[in-house]
């Protein structure tokens, strides 16, 4: 493990978060308590657990322990679809400053992680995290057009973006 790795996964972190809260600015402003499933999250229940995600990882690798009831500081969710982004922005810049002293060493350093097993943090973090709010986002993306709105692309145009890129004049 290198400085470089470790600066790769804060620089692949930032570059998602800013995807994440792009998204959730374009959510449908009177969806949040839309749900295609009744057993499901809501979408604002969905798009908060995203902030969930960094706000719970983060505080449970700085703490050393990984504990399902914890009850993490600042991840109150908000109620309303314009609160999100703001308040998962937030999150992102206190997890991410919460992190921010990590080194190559400590990336590989094992902690009790569920059900004892020792993982490297390293590993924590770019699967329990990073790659879990890649998922999430996933659904949350479906679930924004099931409710009636226009998600951005991801990782590419979506069809609506790739019409209007088609419609303009070649310069």
């Given at each position: 493990?290198?400085?470089r ?15 994440t809260?792009?998204?959730m ?18 979408l604002?229940?969905l798009?908060?657990h ?17 504990e399902?009831?914890a ?17 998962y ?14 080194t ?17 943090i390293?590993?924590i ?22 409710a009636g709105?226009?998600?951005?692309g991801?990782?590419?145009?979506t069809?609506?973006?790739m019409?209007?890129t ?5 310069a």
């Amino acid at each position: 493990m290198s400085g470089r790795e470790v600066a790769t996964f804060f620089s692949e972190w930032d570059n998602e978060a800013a995807k994440t809260a792009q998204l959730m600015r374009a959510l449908p402003p009177d969806q949040y308590d839309f749900r295609p499933d009744p057993k499901g999250r809501t979408l604002g229940q969905l798009a908060w657990h995203l902030a969930e995600i960094e706000g719970y990882m983060s505080w449970s690798v700085e703490a050393g322990k990984f504990e399902v009831d914890a009850k993490i500081p600042g991840l109150e969710r908000p109620r309303t679809v314009a609160e999100l982004a703001p308040g998962y922005e937030r999150v992102h810049r206190e997890s991410v400053a919460r992190l921010a002293g990590l080194t190559p060493e400590d990336f590989l350093r094992t902690t009790p992680f569920f059900g004892g097993r020792m993982v490297p943090i390293g590993t924590i973090l770019w699967n329990a995290l990073l790659r879990h709010l890649v998922h999430h986002r996933g659904q949350l993306v479906l679930m924004c057009r099931l409710a009636g709105g226009r998600p951005p692309g991801m990782f590419g145009p979506t069809r609506e973006e790739m019409e209007e890129t088609a419609g303009r004049p070649k310069a």
